[in-house]
């Protein structure tokens, strides 16, 4: 008896431990339908790859614990044919999973994940592909819809990263 309850306990505990760790992002692509929406490829880096993301349509990713550095980014003008072919903006070398570098233009948000606060930024320092929002729920909003957008990097010295305490729950949206 002793023993099933130290177990369930531990079980408890490391359920707990990866939960409060675990990041997740929702990541969606809100180019209008009446428009004639658009497909966005979305990547992220180290984890989760990419995929095919229609008008109106969320992709739930997980990053596990322990990661602490992440870049996500969505592709546009993509044709597929299996796992490989290319994108007419921000192409990874033509790989629908991404391992290897993007190519400008891009549009990306980059994360630096742990300890007491995480840290997030938009940038087009490599170019603006297409219109990303950033958003959580305990602190800033960022959005950025042209190449000129006040709220991204423009150049490696620009001071426009934002903190906020540990949030592990984060919302892209393409074309906000």
């Known amino acids: 008896m002793a023993t099933s309850s130290s177990a369930l306990i531990l079980l408890l505990a490391v359920s707990f431990a990866a939960g409060a760790s675990a990041t997740s992002f929702s ?3 809100q180019s209008p339908r009446e428009k004639q929406g658009f497909t966005v490829w979305p990547a992220a880096r180290p984890v989760g790859g990419g995929r095919q993301l229609n008008s109106g349509e969320t992709w739930n990713l997980d990053i596990p614990a322990g990661t602490h550095t992440a870049t996500i980014w969505g592709c546009t003008g993509c044709s597929f044919k ?10 990874y070398v033509g790989a629908l999973f991404c391992t290897l570098s993007r190519q400008p233009p891009l549009t990306l948000v980059e994360f630096t994940l742990g300890g007491k606060f995480d840290s997030y930024d938009i940038s087009v320092i ?9 958003s959580y729920s305990t602190g800033v ?4 819809r042209d190449s000129h957008c006040p709220d991204a ?3 490696p010295n620009d001071v426009k990263t934002k903190t906020c305490r540990g949030n592990r729950s984060f919302r892209i949206v393409f074309c906000p």
């Open 126 to 134: 490599d170019g603006f592909n297409i219109g990303m929002g950033f």
């Open 82 to 91: 299996g796992n490989s072919d290319r994108c007419a903006t921000a192409d």
């Open 27 to 29: 990541i969606t692509n």
């Open 153 to 155: 990097y423009q150049q």
């Open 141 to 144: 909003a960022l959005q950025c």
